[in-house]
């Protein structure tokens, strides 16, 4: 223990009086095995898994936390999408609505409206349009979904003219593809696509079919307007594995306020009667007005606002 030419230190010569048989070494390594000994004791007793014998018998075999050991039983998600679904809060379970505002793109004021609103109502915009591009950003930049809104022919068309960008059934295919895609660049960043109108044009499987081939290609949903009972618009849709979904209420065909407010509760009846419900409203001031002081407190009515991509399928 000591250098060599040293004397030997006091504890070593007190040691040496007492008994010449206990080296300092000896008694250094007696405590370390008693001290290790101990602590595999403890170590052992309180692993809740013991190590196969061999192994707490075997030297090398000291801490348990050394070795690779079983991960705690905690819950793990059983799927991406379990993962991936947002948390609900208080509203969990409840039934859900969404609302989007149709016909945007002729002025600024309205989106510039909408994308000021907390709530996560969409807005649809028309194609092609002075506003139509400077609509759908500003929707966008303030967190707010954007829908293509796409003029399509309606029953009495041309007597009814929807306005540019319009698909009509006596187009081919590739011509209604190529409109379509137009119409789309004109409107940034839309995620999905509703009709204008069309109460002829959605009746038609081969039209649904050319635009349901875009949609599909561009990863875009489609929500059926419902502008007529004879849409095959949803159906069509789904079997090109588009996602799709249809609109359940028009909130201001008479726009009053009470009429509204009547619209407002049938949507909230049917979301609780089919557990989600899509309306869709028009940007006329008294539309507004009544979204902006009902939206906030709509939660009450045991329905959560979510946003219309969330109730596509
Ligand atoms: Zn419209």
Do not use: C
Request: overall charge positive.
């Amino acid at each position: 223990m000591s250098r060599r030419g040293e004397p030997p230190s006091p504890r070593r010569r007190l040691l040496s009086r007492r008994g010449r048989r206990l080296s300092p070494a000896t008694v250094f390594f007696a405590l370390l095995s008693l001290v290790l000994g101990v602590a595999l004791y403890l170590e052992t007793r309180s692993a809740p898994t013991s190590p196969p014998p061999s192994a707490a018998a075997s030297p090398r075999f000291v801490p348990t936390r050394a070795r690779p050991t079983p991960s705690p039983p905690h819950r793990v998600p059983t799927s991406v999408a379990e993962r991936a679904r947002p948390p609900r809060g208080p509203a969990a379970g409840a039934a859900r609505v969404a609302i989007v505002i149709d016909d945007l793109g002729n002025e600024l004021a309205p989106a510039a409206r909408i994308a000021g609103w907390k709530e996560p109502v969409a807005g649809a915009v028309l194609p092609d349009l002075r506003w139509s591009a400077a609509s759908a950003e500003t929707l966008a930049r303030g967190g707010h979904e954007v829908l293509l809104h796409l003029p399509m022919e309606p029953e009495g068309y041309p007597r009814v003219r929807p306005g540019p960008g319009l698909v009509l059934r006596s187009q081919s295919d590739a011509e209604i593809e190529r409109l379509l895609e137009e119409d789309l660049a004109t409107v940034p960043g839309a995620i999905g696509v509703n009709n204008h109108m069309g109460s002829a044009a959605t009746a038609d499987p081969r039209v649904m079919k050319a635009v349901s081939r875009v949609l599909a290609r561009r990863g875009l949903f489609f929500l059926d307007s419902r502008t007529t009972d004879a849409t095959v618009a949803e159906r069509t849709a789904e079997e090109a594995s588009v996602r799709a979904a249809s609109r359940r209420v028009f909130l201001d065909d008479v726009a009053r306020e009470d009429a509204i407010r009547a619209q407002l509760d049938e949507l909230v009846r049917r979301a609780h009667q089919d557990g989600a419900a899509i309306a869709i409203g028009h940007p006329y001031p008294v539309t507004l007005f009544v979204l902006e002081k009902d939206l906030p407190e709509i939660g009450r009515r045991g329905v959560e606002l979510v946003r219309v991509s969330d109730l596509v399928r």
